[in-house]
């Protein structure tokens, strides 16, 4: 169980994060769902502990996997070796191969990062992530800038993890929470705006203008 007590945040004047409060059960695919500022990537930086909140408390697992929205990579490296090596820097008794393999990089995984594309980019970024099999899963904008077929092949993929942990999946894309999310989570300008769970929501381009506007 993931909880999330009354959470403040600002920057100088603005507040970015007004009094949020979730609880997130084991399992659970949870998409934060936003327009850009609402808060999203705010929440997770202080989920992994990057950020400190000005008040409130998270109660997360001792194992987390973070995807930021940047992924950032060393180009110059080989796909195993830059696995390898991240591996003896979170101390994790990672089988890469197995890794590897999980996320579909076995095609590629003697090539420089440099030479990947954007979708092969993002599943080094994910097996990154899945070092340590952390127990919960927070990725941000996970899907930005992939063309079609890496968008369905790496939807594809997050579901399956889902399916193993808790995942907390930050996005704009509507569709991608349709797709990929048992619940959704609205945020709008720091504050929650809505909390459904996916199957119970008829329309949710209409749930979501209706609560952000």
Not at 1 to 20: P, Y
Not at 61 to 75: S, T
Request: net charge negative; aromatic share 4%; glycine share 8%.
């Amino acid at each position: 169980m993931i909880l999330i007590e009354h959470i403040n945040k600002s920057f100088g004047a603005q507040q970015v994060l007004k009094d949020i409060r979730l609880e997130i059960p084991a399992g659970q695919v949870l998409g934060l769902l936003g327009p850009n500022g609402a808060g999203k990537s705010t929440l997770m930086k202080i989920l992994i502990g990057l950020w400190k909140a000005d008040s409130g408390k998270v109660q997360v697992p001792e194992r987390i996997g973070y995807l930021p929205e940047n992924n950032p990579l060393y180009d110059e490296m080989y796909v195993t070796e830059y696995l390898q090596f991240m591996a003896g820097l979170t101390h994790a008794n990672e089988d890469i191969d197995a890794l590897i393999d999980r996320v579909g990089l076995v095609p590629e995984r003697h090539k420089h990062i440099r030479e990947l594309s954007k979708g092969y980019r993002q599943r080094v970024g994910l097996a990154q992530a899945l070092l340590g099999n952390p127990e919960l899963l927070i990725l941000d904008e996970p899907t930005t800038g992939l063309d079609p077929n890496q968008l369905v092949e790496i939807r594809s993929l997050i579901r399956d993890l889902g399916k193993e942990r808790t995942v907390i999946l930050s996005t704009h894309i509507m569709q991608e929470v349709r797709e990929m999310c048992d619940r959704v989570v609205i945020l709008d300008h720091g504050e929650i705006k809505a909390d459904e769970f996916i199957d119970k929501i008829t329309d949710l381009e209409q749930l979501f203008h209706e609560v952000t506007q």
